[in-house]
């Protein structure tokens, strides 16, 4: 019974791609109506970057609720690691050659995963990638340096004031134009990084909101390991 549902799943989703790649034109020019949506985009909001017009402009709801989403998995993930606040951890200190790599990589990663959020709007990137990163950047030295730790209160300030600032944004931009999270303070330069209006401003948020997040989540994890070992 098994192996026939493998193979009835299996063939639907043979026939479902079969169907979708029938509907692409293979050799034919571009879509006059793609390049025009995209050209639009650019002369409307201003950012360089299509994507982020997507993601930010048309459809920053939707941004939103994955923002929410995130937020609903650490949370999820804490709980299901215990509800008690994770004590310091009492490890030793690592070597000399992975705290001085730690003390190289800090202010790398950091100035990268700031670069990839503030530059969002005009090339590929932003604020979960950047995110992402901005974590990986303040819990290498935890795992270089366990004595020292990281202050949940600090990642929960930057967490909360990022969530609340990327909620005020779109509720000004609601307010002065009838349209959630549509771009205010101008267009500007096409290409420059003053652009794009306050899309660099929500990229910034989500930086700050998905680094925040990740980067307690992980500590909590290291915590709760040496916990149990």
Do not use: C
């Not at 909360?160 to 999270?181: P, S, T, Y």
């Amino acid at each position: 019974m098994r192996n026939l549902a493998s193979l009835v799943f299996a063939a639907g989703l043979g026939f479902f791609l079969t169907v979708l790649l029938l509907q692409f034109g293979f050799g034919e020019p571009p879509m006059i109506v793609g390049q025009a949506i995209q050209d639009g985009a650019a002369e409307t909001v201003g950012a360089a970057n299509f994507v982020t017009s997507v993601v930010l402009a048309y459809r920053g709801i939707d941004t939103l609720g994955e923002l929410s989403i995130l937020f609903a998995a650490a949370a999820a993930a804490g709980l299901a690691l215990g509800s008690r606040r994770p004590a310091p951890a009492a490890g030793e200190d690592a070597g000399f050659i992975l705290r001085a790599g730690s003390d190289l990589l800090f202010p790398l990663l950091l100035v990268v995963g700031l670069y990839i959020i503030l530059h969002g709007h005009l090339t590929p990137g932003g604020g979960f990638q950047g995110g992402v990163i901005l974590a990986a950047a303040f819990f290498i030295p935890v795992l270089a340096r366990p004595s020292r730790g990281l202050r949940h209160s600090t990642l929960s300030l930057v967490e909360g004031f990022a969530g609340a600032g990327f909620i005020v944004i779109g509720l000004m931009a609601l307010l002065w134009d009838g349209q959630f999270l549509q771009p205010l303070l101008g267009t500007g330069t096409l290409g420059s990084l003053v652009s794009a209006g306050t899309l660099p401003m929500l990229y910034l948020a989500v930086g700050l909101k998905v680094g925040a997040e990740l980067a307690g989540l992980l500590v909590h994890l290291m915590a709760r390991e040496e916990g149990e070992a």
